[in-house]
Each structure stands twice: as structure tokens, then as C-alpha cells.
């Protein structure tokens, strides 16, 4: 595996940690809805998700990353269309798609560990 690959996935962990750090005091999606500081800090780690997927796919288009291409349309969506970010889908991704997410990139972190050995 491309060296940088595993440095985007890693980065791809790290903002999805961060974001589970972000909400972990909130309890409902109107407390979050609430509360400006969390949603526009969840909302620059998805930015950093999207970016570091989409450098993966220009890198090497077969890492199995399950709606890889989504996860970078949300990125462009909350980047070039902040003025309309809908906060229902932004905490549906988190609740709904962020831990598979997670676990996915986590297999392939521990794969790509398994490999070098």
C-alpha cells in the first residue's frame, strides 16, 4: 500500500474520533442543532474526512472504502455549499454512517499492517 494512503485513512480515523469526542456530551439532535461551536466543528472534520477519501481514490481507486464517492459529495456539499448544510443530515451521517465508517477504516489500517509484517 501506497505510504500516503495510510497516512489519509489515519487521518480519516483520527477526524471521525474527533467528531465522537465533539458529541459525546450531546444528548438529542436539538441539543446538537443547538449548539453552533459543535456543528461547525463536526462539520470540518467530515470536511477532512471527504478530502483525505478523495486523495485516497486518486491514489489508488480499488482501497474499499463502502460509498467512498458519497462521503465526497458530503464534503463538497458542506464545503461549497455551506450556506444550505442541513444540520438532520449532517446527525444522521454521524449517528448512521460514521461507525461503519470507522470500522471500515480500521480494517483496513489493521490489513495494511497484517501485510507489512
Given at each position: 500500500?501506497?505510504?500516503?494512503?495510510?497516512?489519509?485513512?489515519?487521518?480519516?480515523?483520527?477526524?471521525?474520533?474527533?467528531?465522537?469526542?465533539?458529541?459525546?456530551?450531546?444528548?438529542?439532535?436539538?441539543e446538537y442543532q443547538q449548539n453552533k461551536l459543535i456543528r461547525?466543528?463536526?462539520?470540518?472534520?467530515?470536511?477532512?474526512?471527504?478530502?483525505?477519501?478523495?486523495?485516497?481514490?486518486?491514489?489508488?481507486?480499488?482501497?474499499?472504502?463502502?460509498?467512498?464517492?458519497?462521503?465526497?459529495?458530503?464534503?463538497?456539499?458542506?464545503?461549497?455549499?455551506y450556506d444550505s448544510v442541513d444540520d438532520k443530515i449532517i446527525?444522521?451521517?454521524?449517528?448512521?454512517?460514521?461507525?461503519?465508517?470507522?470500522d471500515e477504516v480500521e480494517k483496513l489500517l489493521s490489513e495494511?499492517?497484517?501485510?507489512?509484517?
Amino acid at each position: 500500500m501506497i505510504k500516503s494512503i495510510k497516512k489519509y485513512l489515519f487521518d480519516i480515523k483520527t477526524a471521525i474520533e474527533s467528531i465522537e469526542e465533539y458529541v459525546e456530551p450531546v444528548d438529542s439532535f436539538e441539543e446538537y442543532q443547538q449548539n453552533k461551536l459543535i456543528r461547525r466543528a463536526v462539520e470540518r472534520e467530515i470536511e477532512i474526512i471527504g478530502e483525505a477519501t478523495n486523495r485516497i481514490l486518486k491514489l489508488d481507486d480499488s482501497v474499499n472504502i463502502a460509498h467512498a464517492r458519497k462521503i465526497v459529495d458530503t464534503r463538497n456539499w458542506v464545503i461549497h455549499g455551506y450556506d444550505s448544510v442541513d444540520d438532520k443530515i449532517i446527525w444522521g451521517v454521524i449517528t448512521k454512517y460514521l461507525p461503519k465508517l470507522k470500522d471500515e477504516v480500521e480494517k483496513l489500517l489493521s490489513e495494511k499492517d497484517r501485510n507489512r509484517s
